[in-house]
């Protein structure tokens, strides 16, 4: 397990929106209304980039069929089409004055 930083607390607002590349992991992380989320950076039905969704009330909403998950805890809420599974939500680490992730290693 190691803690990766993903960025300065200073540098986060509403409406930052910033993907990342650790490892085989894409994490896209997101600051609304206050709120700080870590998200896989493609949406689980068919890969579209993330970076480009909606996000509004703990909700996030793929740009390209608009299914919507939640950031509580990235279940499907919505879907336009076939269903698929959840959006992987990674917990936020907090270090000092930097946010990131801790990866496991073994995972890899
Ligand atoms: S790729 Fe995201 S909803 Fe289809």
């Known amino acids: 397990m190691r803690f990766v930083p993903l960025d300065k607390l200073i540098n986060l607002h509403d409406g930052y929106t910033c993907t990342f590349k650790i490892d085989h992991h894409q994490l896209l992380l997101l600051q609304r209304d206050g709120q700080r989320y870590l998200v896989d950076a493609v949406c689980p039905h068919r890969e579209h980039p993330l ?12 740009a390209a069929h608009h299914y919507r998950f939640s950031l509580a805890d990235g279940r499907l ?4 089409e076939e269903p698929c599974g959840g959006l992987r939500i ?5 270090e000092g004055n930097e946010i990131g992730v801790v990866i496991d290693d073994q995972s890899i």
């Open 90 to 94: 990674w917990e936020l680490v907090y």
């Open 77 to 80: 809420l919505e879907n336009t």
């Open 51 to 62: 970076d480009a969704a909606l996000v509004s009330g703990g909700v996030i909403q793929c």
